[in-house]
Each structure stands twice: as C-alpha cells, then as structure tokens.
C-alpha cells in the first residue's frame, strides 16, 4: 500500500515538474520563507490573524514549504520526544508569543526519527496531513489543547501509533485521520465527538473494540473498516448516520437509537442474530441498496417498536428480515408474555423464565452483552443496576430496569 501511494504520488508531481529529494538533500534546502526562527530544535512562523486570534501567535513550521515535504522521504530534523511549549521568547519581537497552530505536514515524512509529541493547552488547531508518514512516531498527547477538529489524514500511515490522548470538547475526527495506525483496546473518544469521518480509523490491526461516544451524531464511509472488530459499544442516542461499509465486527447485538436516519450499503455484521431499532418508522430511515446484505437476515432477529412493527414488515429491505418482533413493553419490576415468558427484576437480580428451553442474552443499552444462558424453568442473572434489553430465545426482546 505504502508503495502504491508513493508511485501515484510521485506520477502527480512529476507531472507538476517537482522532484522528489533524499534526507541528504535537506541541509542545503530551507527555505526562508517556511519559518521565521528556531527554538530548541522546533521551527516557527510568526502570524498575524485578526479574526481568528487576538495579536499576533506562533505556528509551528517546518524548515521546508509544504510541497517539499510531501515529496521528501525519511525527514529528519524533528527527532526523538518533541515537548511543544505554550509559548516562545521572540527576539525580533521582544516579547513572548503564545503557540496557537501547527502547519500542515509539519511533521510529515519523520519517518524514523520521530518518537512521541505533547502537545500545549495553548494550540487551538492542527493541519492537515501533520505527521504524516511517521512511522516510528508512537504516542501524542494533545488532551489538554483546545483543538476541536482532528484534521484530514493527520496521523494517516502513523504504523507504530498506538496511544493517544484527545482533549474534551473535541467534535470532530477527519478523514483519514488515523488510517493505517497500530491503536489497541485502550483508544478513548473524547463524548463530545460527533462525527467520525470516512476511512478515519480504517485499517487499524490491533483495534478489536471501539467504544462510541455519547454525543456522536455521524459515521462516516469506512470510519472503522479493514481489520474485523469484536465488539462495537452503541453508546449514542443521537446517532443519525451511519455510511456504507462502516465496520466489519462480530458483534451479536446491534442497537440503532431513535434518531437514525440513514444507512448506507454493506452493514457489515455477519455474526448478528439480533437487530434492535428504536425508530418509530422505518420511512424515515434512508437505506442504500444492500445496507443488510452481509446480514444473515434469517438468521438475525429484528426488533422494532411495538406499534411499528407491521410498517417494518412492508419497508423495503427490512422486510427481509425472516422474523420481526415487538420490543414488549417496558417495566420497573417485571414484564410477562402471554406465552409463557416473563422477566422480572429484584434487587439486582433478573430472573427469567420460561415454560420450555430458550437460550437468553442480556445486553445493556450500549449493545454489551452483560450476561446470558439457557433457561428451562427459571433462571436468575445478577446485574448492576440500569436499564437491560433481555432476549429469550432469539424471538422475544424484553427492556426492563433493575435498581
């Protein structure tokens, strides 16, 4: 992959007439115009923003313009842990100036000099594709800078990036973003993130879960697509859209809140046996050709709002889905089915049974299954206290809370 994009990268800027430089090359290429000056090994440019920033700030540069350092391989006058301050003494100036952005590809193509970056609370906003291409590059602190939008591509092909900490308030993560990083079980999305751009943790080898946040209202195309996830944590009740091809996970429960408005083409949960969508009406919800096609839609429950269901049965699509069935009626202490079925709930403790043998998932509002087994008779669960959707042999879906 990495090759393929350095041949189309290098075709383009052949084309535009710019040649591709060696790190032999760079001592005898700064550029002037790319920073103003130089403090402990960090290149910095004077700026002057009226409407953004009150006086005049620093960004941190490069010593090279943006087109030479997309172009130049294995970069190496950003080394080793690189601590930006909040502010730089200017002598041209005589004054101290407070560091407010980073330049697009800064950092890019460190490709083995590079080890970790903190980031200061002053830094308002990152460029686009900023530490691209650091492949040895394995942690950024950014958690307490006021930066709101991870930009397009800013860690993309980053392969030993595996922590990094992102600042609350933070809405949005780019396209990109994180493409083809090594992050682990331990990744936080800050809860005010509401939208997760296209492609932007795709490829990630050693992601197997992903834990949404509350506020997130977007998933973009291919947000977490490539390396097959074991659980994803539906943690939003605002979530609206959902893209084509967004993850690949063997997640056995998803739970879509009332909110969603449209699906894309190829939900990708091959090992789902159950569906639970909170909309009122399936009409609302926009789907692409072949949202549930990799969907085992006879095998997959599907449950919907008591009053909806028969509108689902005649949506295009959700029809498909062999058995659709009521989310019976919510209940504080119990909820009973005419057919011999019923859950209730006692000092933390549900108790579920059932008059023939019936297998029984218990899962919490986010779609983690708590607990389960088989019932023949009756059978007790002990639980935190919360609100649980508990399914009884596949075809029935009780919600209930415990206190």
Not at 144 to 155: E, F, H, N, W
Request: with cysteine.
């Amino acid at each position: 992959m990495k090759k393929i994009i350095r041949r189309a990268l290098l075709l383009i800027l052949s084309i535009g007439g710019i040649a591709p430089m060696n790190a032999e090359q760079q001592a005898t290429t700064d550029d002037p115009t790319t920073y103003d000056f130089e403090a402990d090994g960090i290149y910095y440019k004077i700026m002057v923003d009226a409407e953004v920033h009150d006086g005049p700030y620093l960004e941190v540069s490069s010593r090279l313009t943006e087109d030479e350092q997309l172009t130049s391989w294995n970069l190496n006058f950003y080394k080793g842990d690189i601590v930006i301050p909040d502010s730089v003494f200017v002598e041209q100036l005589n004054r101290q100036l407070p560091v407010k952005t980073i330049r697009p590809l800064a950092f890019c193509n460190m490709e083995e000099s590079l080890y970790s970056v903190t980031l200061p609370p002053t830094l308002t906003k990152i460029g686009e594709l900023a530490f691209f291409n650091c492949a040895y590059l394995k942690s950024i602190d950014m958690h307490s800078t006021q930066v709101r939008v991870i930009p397009k591509s800013m860690c993309s092909k980053c392969f030993s990036l595996s922590r990094i900490s992102m600042p609350e308030g933070l809405t949005e993560i780019g396209e990109l973003a994180f493409f083809n990083c090594f992050f682990r079980n331990d990744l936080t999305i800050p809860e005010s993130v509401i939208r997760i751009g296209g492609f932007a943790f795709a490829d990630n080898m050693f992601l197997t879960s992903f834990r949404m946040s509350k506020s997130l209202k977007r998933i973009e195309t291919s947000a977490l697509n490539g390396y097959e996830l074991e659980h994803i944590e539906w943690r939003s009740d605002s979530l609206e859209y959902i893209g084509s091809c967004p993850f690949n996970t063997k997640d056995s429960v998803i739970v879509l809140p009332k909110t969603i408005r449209y699906i894309g083409m190829y939900l990708c949960a091959p090992d789902l046996r159950e569906l639970i969508c909170k909309a009122d009406d399936p009409a609302l919800i926009e789907l692409e050709d072949d949202a549930f096609s990799l969907i085992d839609t006879e095998a997959c429950s599907l449950f919907v709002p008591a009053e909806s269901v028969e509108l689902y049965r005649n949506a295009p699509q959700w029809c498909e889905f062999s058995h659709i069935a009521p989310i019976e009626q919510s209940g504080t202490d119990s909820v009973e089915h005419d057919n011999g079925v019923s859950v209730s709930a006692s000092e933390g403790v549900l108790t579920v049974s059932s008059s023939s043998a019936a297998s029984v998932s218990v899962y919490d509002v986010n779609g983690r299954r708590a607990t389960g087994g088989t019932v023949c008779g009756k059978a007790d669960y002990r639980v935190s206290p919360g609100i649980y959707l508990v399914t009884v042999g596949n075809r029935r879906c009780f919600k209930i809370s415990v206190k």
